[in-house]
Nanobody, 122 residues
Framework: VQLQASGGGLVQAGGSLRLSCAAS????????MGWFRQAPGKEREFVAT????????YYTDSVKGRFTISRDNAKNTVYLQMNNLKPEDTAVYYC????????????????WGQGTQVTVSS
């Protein structure tokens, strides 16, 4: 499946952004979806994941209560709503697709989007 992420930008601390990831090429509802991020000089880390039909969602501890992952299978799109953003959220955000289900592990994912930059100023 091909993935196209969008919605990144520059925002002040405490602000909000909504990332979108549009999928094409395969049956979207067959894929668990995840969001990962990579800050400069750091390894890529898990942010959030959602099951194929949206019933299960998991988050890394640092974003719980601030970020919400959701999906619209009719639109072949997964979203990441990010509220109360902090400077430490600054990173390139990647969406990823995994056939058969969700995962918190990046090596479980088959397909990746190109990434979208999120910069949070203090």
């Amino acid at each position: 499946v091909q993935l196209q992420a969008s919605g990144g930008g520059l925002v002040q601390a405490g602000g909000s952004l909504r990332l979108s990831c549009a999928a094409s090429g395969r049956t979207f509802s067959n894929y668990g979806m995840g969001w990962f991020r990579q800050a400069p000089g750091k390894e890529r880390e898990f942010v959030a994941t959602i099951s194929r039909l949206g019933a299960a969602r998991y988050y890394t501890d640092s974003v719980k209560g601030r970020f919400t992952i959701s999906r619209d299978n009719a639109k072949n799109t997964v979203y990441l709503q990010m509220n109360n953003l902090k400077p430490e959220d600054t990173a390139v955000y990647y969406c990823a697709a995994r056939s058969g289900g969700y995962s918190t592990k990046d090596h479980d994912y088959n397909d990746w989007g190109q990434g979208t930059q999120v910069t949070v100023s203090s």
